[in-house]
């Protein structure tokens, strides 16, 4: 095919150069360079906000070869993809597949990322790619097409959660119990799983004032970038606290809840990302497989009286979830909605919907 023969490059901020082929738009972009080890899951990945601002290296061989399905809206809210638009700025693979078939398939990699003018690149060596990210952590990229000069641009120097929450309150459901649903990026299977319990869901942009609103229970969303951009975030929600009643965080809502609680973040190596991250529950000593997203964590050394950790990393026992002793007060640095990945830990909506 045409599309073969269009080379374009990955700069790394090191130096290293890596040549490719492009099967998507061809636009020159920088961004954070971080991998993703999951199999499959490319239409809900590339969809979630947690992705805003970086370039995504699939370490996977083949991607490509079940297409893309079609959008799904009930009642609102798209039932298939985790946002409304493709949120990457860049997807490197080491083989596409150009024939692609599955039973919902509507369209191809290829299409849907031209048509949101992403631009991918094929035929790079993933393995040895991903092997660099590891071992020197993730670091700024571009992809250049025909020598065009783009500079190096780090996202995480910006509020992005900014850039990726609704402008205004959406509602959903119409459920008995009312839940606040703190949007940082949040993606759609949150929303999802709290409608699945029968509750009415009310999604306010991350900046938003709830502090005066009715509701029963918080819930804060995953979202991308440094959680300390979040200001307003965590001083609203340090509010929220004083009140006592049910507070669940998802991802970097794990973090905003440790830092409205008076703990510390900081920047992983190169993050954690995939479907097959394996969590010990501290209590318990029970191992759970989950899906993440996320290049911060909590520094669960830092955390005051009365909180304590929840679940640990079992690989490299970093943070994965806190709570307090006696309040009803938790958060998971996973995903417990998993789209795409396990669903091992469903049953935390569960337990939050108890609290309620």
């Excluded at 790394?12 to 890596?18: I, N, P, Q, Y």
């Excluded at 490719?20 to 954070?32: H, I, K, P, T």
């Excluded at 992005?160 to 606040?180: F, I, N, Q, W």
């Excluded at 307090?324 to 995903?335: D, E, G, K, L």
Aim: charged share 25%; net charge neutral; hydrophobic share 35%.
């Amino acid at each position: 095919m045409e599309t073969k023969k269009i080379k374009a490059r990955l700069e790394l901020e090191d130096g290293s150069v890596f040549h490719g082929f492009s099967f998507a738009a061809q636009q020159s972009v920088a961004g954070e360079v971080v991998f993703n080890t999951s199999m499959v899951g490319y239409p809900e990945s590339l969809t979630d906000p947690s992705y805003h601002g970086q370039i995504l290296v699939l370490t996977y061989p083949l991607i490509g070869n079940y297409g893309v399905p079609a959008e799904q809206v009930k009642d609102g809210l798209d039932q298939v993809f985790e946002s409304d638009r493709i949120h990457i700025n860049g997807l490197i693979v080491s083989e596409y597949s150009f024939e692609y078939s599955h039973w919902q398939s509507h369209r191809s990699l290829s299409q849907w990322l031209t048509g949101q003018n992403i631009p991918a690149l094929f035929g790079i060596d993933a393995r040895m790619l991903t092997k660099r990210l590891r071992d020197e952590g993730s670091m700024l990229g571009r992809i250049i097409f025909f020598n065009d000069d783009v500079q190096f641009f780090d996202p995480n120097q910006y509020n992005l959660a900014d850039k990726v929450s609704v402008r205004e309150p959406v509602e959903y459901g119409a459920g008995d119990k009312r839940v606040l649903l703190l949007d940082c990026g949040c993606k759609y299977n949150i929303i999802r799983s709290l409608l699945q319990r029968n509750l009415r869901v009310r999604r306010v942009p991350w900046n938003y004032d709830f502090t005066r609103e009715p509701f029963d229970g918080l819930v804060i969303s995953n979202g991308p970038g440094d959680p300390k951009m979040c200001r307003e975030t965590i001083e609203n929600v340090r509010k929220i606290l004083k009140r006592k009643m049910p507070v669940f965080g998802i991802c970097l809502g794990n973090q905003i809840l440790a830092l409205a609680a008076g703990a510390d973040t900081y920047k992983l190596k190169f993050g954690h990302r995939s479907q097959n991250q394996p969590c010990v529950e501290v209590d318990s000593k029970r191992c759970y497989i989950t899906s993440q997203n996320h290049g911060f964590a909590v520094d669960g050394r830092t955390l005051p009286k009365g909180w304590r950790p929840w679940f640990i990393n079992a690989n490299d026992g970093t943070n994965e979830g806190i709570r307090h002793a006696i309040r009803p007060f938790m958060s998971v640095q996973f995903h417990p909605e998993a789209a795409p990945g396990p669903v091992d830990t469903g049953f935390l909506f569960d337990e939050f919907y108890n609290l309620l």
